[in-house]
């Protein structure tokens, strides 16, 4: 069972999820696929791992580039986990096309090709929010497209990482 911790953001509240010393989940309250069936309790004390989450939020609303040293495991298949690490390989400050993430877990899985479809649904399941930056994958047209969080806050990330996308 998971230990769940809040988390007071500009954007909102934020559920932190932690299990056996890792950040297993980081979800808007209320955003689609709010806790992905994750079984957990709150909690009044907070272990090092949460600590250091919050830590970590703390310095990314404040406008720095946190350096990441959090251990992260998020529950989901094969291919999403796959999706996830190469959403890691975005910088803070830059942006993907949908298209150039399916390049990447192409290359990654050693495919030809693969439906944009498939990628962007694991992207929306990305059950670490902010950490592993889904915010950061936009469509090719340059439009925001999807974002479990709300649109709002995906283009309020952005902007925060100082990049103008409008939709």
């Known amino acids: 069972m998971a230990e769940f911790i809040r988390y007071t ?3 909102g509240d934020i559920t932190i999820a932690i299990e056996n010393d890792t950040l297993i989940g980081l979800w808007f309250d209320g955003q ?4 992905a069936n994750v079984q957990g309790e709150f909690t009044q004390v907070a272990s090092q791992t949460a600590i250091q989450t919050m830590q970590w939020l703390d310095e990314y609303f404040q406008g720095k580039q946190p350096t990441m040293n959090l251990k992260l495991s998020p529950k989901g298949t094969i291919f999403q986990k796959v999706v ?12 993907k096309t949908y298209s150039e993430m399916n390049q990447l877990v192409c290359k990654k899985l050693g495919k030809e090709s693969m439906a944009n479809q498939a ?5 929306g399941h990305n059950p670490i929010s902010i950490i592993i930056p889904c915010h950061r994958v936009i469509g090719k047209d340059g439009n925001l497209h999807g974002y479990a969080g709300g649109l709002d806050r995906k283009t309020w990330l952005l902007q925060h990482e100082e990049l103008t996308v409008f939709q």
């Open 32 to 35: 689609k696929y709010d806790r």
């Open 9 to 11: 953001s500009v954007l």
């Open 84 to 95: 996830w690490k190469c959403l890691l390989t975005i910088p803070y400050g830059q942006i």
């Open 119 to 123: 990628i962007g649904t694991a992207i």
